[in-house]
């Protein structure tokens, strides 16, 4: 079982193709089955079945870290993930806030595991090919030649955004409205794109702009200690909010 472990609005559904990818490419004749575990979910009995499991924050986090053979664990500045889930999902502040603290701790508490590779929105991992080998090696899989490149060409953003158009159209595709917001959601069950993953520019530092000094406030305040031990800057200003503290982060309890 691979696990997919990621904040909200992290590039987390990015992360959880790719590894799909790299385990069918790498054993087609054992195809992968995807699945995202909301919250309060329950892990699947698929014996003799591999996994890609994607969640945010859950309530099996430690079991999941047990058996996953590899995490891929993908950070980002909490005010920018407040922003996003406001403006892409329309969450009111306190529950994006909450959401983001959930997943921000659950992903805190394994980033130092033996099996897990750390990857911070900031630094753009995807849009890196580079990305798609460092995930196949903490999978230990072995790619076909050219595969690599293949995975990522296909996860562009442009390509992305034309399957999302698509969405409509698809049989598969999972309609719902949301208890919270009332928006109504469009899905693909087998990738997680969403309606709302279409049109994304991967810009940090939106909060500086669009986030008030209270809110600001309220978010430093809640994730201060969770902050400074991943590397973001706590200091209610707008100014730069993220540096390198690769040398700090461990198991955040």
């Given at each position: 079982m691979f696990w997919c472990l990621g904040m909200f609005s992290s590039?987390?559904?990015?992360?959880?193709?790719?590894?799909?990818?790299?385990?069918?490419?790498?054993?087609?004749?054992?195809?992968?089955?995807?699945?995202?575990?909301?919250?309060?979910?329950?892990?699947p009995a698929m014996p003799g079945q591999t996994l890609v499991v994607k969640t945010h924050g859950s309530e099996i986090a430690d079991d999941l870290g047990q058996q996953a053979a590899a995490i891929v664990i993908t950070v980002r500045d909490p005010r920018d993930a407040i922003v996003s889930l406001m403006q892409h999902n329309k969450l009111p502040f306190e529950i994006a806030l909450r959401m983001t603290e959930v997943s921000a701790w659950t992903c805190g508490r394994f980033m130092a595991h033996p099996r897990a590779l750390v990857l911070r929105f900031e630094d753009r991992f995807f849009d890196d090919r580079r990305t798609v080998d460092r995930i196949a090696v903490r999978l230990s899989a072995r790619l076909p030649a050219g595969e690599s490149g293949r995975i990522f060409d296909a996860l562009r953003r442009q390509e992305v955004d034309a399957f999302i158009a698509g969405l409509e159209m698809r049989p598969t595709t999972r309609r719902k409205v949301h208890a919270v917001t009332g928006q109504r959601d469009l899905y693909d069950p087998a990738t997680g794109w969403h309606a709302h993953h279409a049109g994304r520019t991967g810009e940090s530092g939106r909060w500086g702009r669009y986030l008030p000094e209270a809110q600001v406030g309220v978010v430093e305040r809640r994730l201060r200690v969770w902050m400074e031990r991943v590397g973001y800057d706590a200091v209610s200003s707008r100014g730069a909010s993220y540096r390198l503290g690769i040398g700090r982060v461990g198991v955040l309890a």
């Open positions: 590039a987390s559904t990015w992360t959880f193709n790719v590894v799909q990818r790299i385990a069918v490419a790498a054993a087609p004749a054992d195809p992968p089955r995807g699945i995202f575990l909301d919250f309060a979910d329950r892990l």
